[in-house]
């Protein structure tokens, strides 16, 4: 896409549908919270076992709002790039580090705010340089690409790594070593996209009138999205369960958002539709995201006066105090909340 053209009908609806996601699944993470707060004084706190937060209508909201940002995030895969919409994933940190500002009163440090300023600046930058979304008629069109050699290599190499994590290195390191369980749902979920982006095209064109759902090749994505889906959450939740989310969340946004972009660029080509400097500057662009997303997670430790890069120990700690707990990324909280 050449940069006096501006941004293609798509690649906004794809962007609108990302923003409004990341708008959603913030705010959730707050409304949670309090819900969870509001339940754990009337009951047994959810982080000893208790559930009386299913009878706080509050905690509810929070579910159905962070449900309406997964749709809608859902949707901006079917119109946009992967290299678009993932890494503005990193936007809802922001939204919730400002709602937990306001209306939790949990303290932002000045880094934690040049932190937000970074990953606004990095999302710009991608949202400016991204390439067009690929013209497609049909969901055999999807499945060609899928099954081009360059992406059945990835897709091999993924499911050897994965087999190789959960049978030799689960079992040994899981509960020591934090990349082993991010390293598993991380390489699933960048072909969990692929397949949700497969799909979100499919429902997109059966919706336009092409009803996509007489092809067997759709069938076999949501098949695949299924089985990623259930995988990617067992391993994160594992992980969640083990480790401080402040250590999970940031290396599991930098390895799934990473993998994705490969998968998707090799699958869909993204770059050969840019040029150097425009790829150059997308890759900018991430790493400043990458940089403002540590920054934010780094400082809520400094802030909270707990351990900066601890495992097991400080995920004991985060469970015995309700205000210990980060504002951790979508996916991760998202998951862990469900």
């Given at each position: 896409?050449?940069?006096?053209?501006?941004?293609?009908?798509?690649?906004?609806?794809g962007?609108v549908l990302?923003l409004?996601s990341?708008?959603?699944?913030?705010?959730?993470?707050?409304?949670?919270?309090?819900?969870?707060?509001k339940a754990?004084?009337?009951g047994?706190?959810?982080?000893?076992?208790g559930?009386?937060y299913?009878?706080e209508?509050l905690w509810?909201?929070?579910?159905?709002?962070m449900?309406?940002g997964?749709?809608?995030?859902?949707a901006?895969?079917?119109?946009a790039?992967?290299?678009?919409?993932t890494p503005?994933?990193?936007?809802s940190?922001?939204i919730?580090?400002?709602?937990?500002h306001?209306?939790?009163?949990?303290?932002?440090?000045?880094f934690?705010?040049?932190?937000?300023?970074?990953?606004v600046?990095?999302?710009?930058?991608i949202?400016?340089?991204?390439?067009p979304?690929?013209?497609?008629?049909s969901?055999k069109e999807?499945?060609?690409?899928?099954?081009?050699?360059?992406?059945?290599?990835?897709?091999?190499?993924v499911?050897a790594?994965?087999?190789?994590?959960?049978?030799?290195?689960?079992?040994?390191?899981g509960q020591?070593?934090?990349?082993?369980?991010?390293g598993?749902?991380?390489?699933?979920?960048?072909?969990?996209?692929?397949s949700?982006?497969?799909?979100?095209?499919a429902?997109?064109?059966t919706?336009?009138?092409?009803?996509?759902?007489?092809?067997?090749?759709t069938w076999?994505?949501i098949?695949?999205?299924?089985?990623c889906?259930?995988?990617?959450m067992n391993y994160?939740n594992?992980?969640?369960?083990?480790?401080?989310?402040?250590?999970?969340s940031?290396?599991?946004?930098?390895?799934f958002?990473?993998l994705?972009?490969l998968?998707s660029v090799?699958?869909?080509?993204?770059w050969?539709?840019?040029?150097?400097t425009?790829?150059?500057?997308?890759?900018c662009?991430?790493?400043?995201i990458?940089?403002?997303?540590?920054?934010?997670?780094?400082?809520?430790?400094?802030?909270?006066g707990?351990?900066?890069l601890?495992?097991?120990h400080?995920?004991?700690?985060?469970d015995?105090?309700?205000?210990?707990?980060?504002?951790?990324?979508?996916t991760?909280e998202?998951?862990r909340?469900?």
């Open positions: 896409m050449d940069s006096d053209k501006g941004m293609s009908s798509d690649n906004i609806k962007l990302a409004s990341s708008f959603f699944i913030g705010a959730s993470f707050i409304v949670k919270k309090k819900g969870l707060k754990g004084a009337s047994v706190r959810a982080g000893v076992g559930y009386s299913l009878y209508p509810w909201v929070g579910m159905i709002t449900v309406v997964e749709i809608a995030n859902f901006a895969y079917a119109f790039p992967a290299i678009l919409v503005l994933g990193a936007l940190i922001i919730s580090a400002a709602l937990a306001i209306i939790l009163r949990e303290k932002l440090h000045i934690g705010v040049l932190g937000c300023i970074l990953c600046v990095g999302s710009t930058t949202v400016l340089h991204a390439p979304e690929r013209e497609i008629e969901v999807v499945w060609d690409l899928a099954t081009e050699p360059a992406f059945l290599l990835y897709a091999a190499l499911i790594a994965v087999f190789t994590l959960v049978v030799h290195f689960v079992p040994q390191y020591t070593h934090v990349m082993v369980y991010i598993v749902c991380s390489l699933v979920g960048s072909l969990s996209v692929m949700v982006k497969a799909l979100g095209i429902l997109k064109l919706f336009s009138g092409m009803n996509q759902l007489i092809y067997p090749q076999a994505f098949m695949v999205v299924g089985t889906v259930i995988t990617q994160l594992k992980a969640l369960d083990t480790f401080n989310t402040a250590v999970v940031p290396i599991y946004y930098v390895m958002t990473s994705t972009i998968a090799i699958m869909f080509k993204d050969d539709r840019q040029n150097p425009q790829i150059v500057t997308e890759m662009g991430f790493v400043t990458l940089g403002g997303t540590f920054l934010l997670h780094r400082t809520k430790d400094m802030v909270d707990s351990p900066s601890s495992s097991r400080s995920k004991l700690t985060e015995d105090n309700f205000d210990l707990e980060g504002i951790p990324l979508r991760a998202s998951l909340s469900s």
